[in-house]
């Protein structure tokens, strides 16, 4: 198959036509995944109608979450041709589904965008979804921090090391509503919907992660590796310091930013509602807890409307002790946080 053949497979689609080769630009990206109809020595998988349909529906699960870290895109949208309908439908070329950064926002996410190098930067987004003529909005917040300075002697060698060829760079994506969240991993975009790719934590976690061969999931030490707490493989390392030191660093500057942009009670029920809960996080990623409540717990970050309301330390609240009918055991929970000044 030449190069033609490829072209007349976007011909009317997206805009595309014999001209755009004239006139040499296209606004957009367009991917060709040719699939394999026959057997051959490589692979006996056939790619029919209900496998590609299949492919298609396992991509709606992920790409409301797809835009979230990513650096120039903005819409993502698929659209139905004879080639997969039978010939017998009727389609009319328009999006089936469709993905986008909403138009209220996407002016600050593309400046925001511009800006992930510098220290701190957050935009708000909010991502429309389109599927089948009902549309789903979600808004987030994304936090970015690209560690410049103050590096441990660890990460700034490793940071430098043309071998990994890793930035010490992480964003943190905090949901507008709770909706049953799970926290994902993300390397600019989302890994493979698996229990390994889940966190615990209760937003979404994205950086140059060092990643498995098949970029399926995070590299991680073994049990032997962490039950003796050294391991030389330096992508083991550089993901141990990303997230200790600048996932951490970020997602405690992420609570105080919020903080200082609290103004009605569901703001503040989203600052409480993303603080970890140690016991939801999931093994691999409770190194994130030391570092991060070692800060968290010196600043004012519990919220009590004594005094006509306001944020206070551990050492200004009283918390509520009860036992737990279920373990018998003493818990203590922040409830009812009051001053006690």
Not at 222 to 235: E, H, L, P, V
Not at 309 to 327: L, Q, R
Request: charged letters at 25%; glycine letters at 4%.
């Amino acid at each position: 198959m030449d190069v033609t053949d490829c072209l007349a497979a976007f011909e009317g689609m997206f805009g595309f036509s014999t001209e755009t080769i004239e006139k040499g630009n296209f606004q957009g990206t367009l991917f060709r995944f040719p699939m394999r109809h026959v057997k051959t020595e490589l692979s006996e998988n056939i790619y029919d109608e209900i496998k590609v349909m299949d492919l298609f529906k396992a991509f709606e699960a992920e790409a409301p979450v797809e835009l979230l870290f990513l650096k120039c895109l903005e819409k993502i949208d698929w659209r139905f041709t004879d080639e997969i309908y039978r010939r017998d439908q009727n389609y009319d070329n328009s999006p089936v589904y469709s993905v986008n950064i909403s138009d209220k926002s996407v002016q600050s996410v593309r400046e925001g965008r511009n800006h992930v190098k510098t220290f701190g930067i957050n935009y708000s987004m909010a991502v429309e979804t389109f599927n089948k003529g009902n549309v789903h909005t979600d808004e987030w917040i994304i936090f970015h921090c690209m560690k410049g300075c103050n590096m441990s002697e660890e990460l700034r060698i490793l940071s430098l090391d043309e071998s990994l060829s890793y930035s010490p760079y992480t964003s943190i994506a905090v949901p507008m509503k709770e909706d049953q969240f799970r926290g994902h991993v993300f390397c600019l975009m989302p890994l493979p919907l698996t229990e390994n790719c889940m966190t615990g934590l209760p937003v979404h976690a994205n950086g140059y992660f060092a990643l498995s061969q098949n970029r399926r999931h995070v590299k991680w030490p073994t049990a032997d590796q962490m039950r003796q707490g050294t391991y030389k493989d330096k992508s083991l390392r550089w993901n141990n310091c990303l997230i200790t030191e600048v996932l951490a660093e970020l997602y405690y500057n992420v609570i105080l930013e919020l903080i200082d942009h609290t103004i009605t009670p569901d703001s503040v029920a989203i600052v409480t509602r993303i603080i970890p809960d140690c016991r939801q996080i999931t093994e691999h990623w409770k190194n994130i807890l030391e570092p991060f409540f070692d800060s968290l717990f010196k600043s004012k970050f519990l919220f009590t409307e004594n005094n006509g309301g306001c944020w206070i330390s551990i050492k200004e609240a009283v918390f509520d002790v009860f036992e737990d009918t279920i373990s018998g055991k003493r818990s203590h929970i922040k409830t009812n946080i009051r001053s006690d000044r």
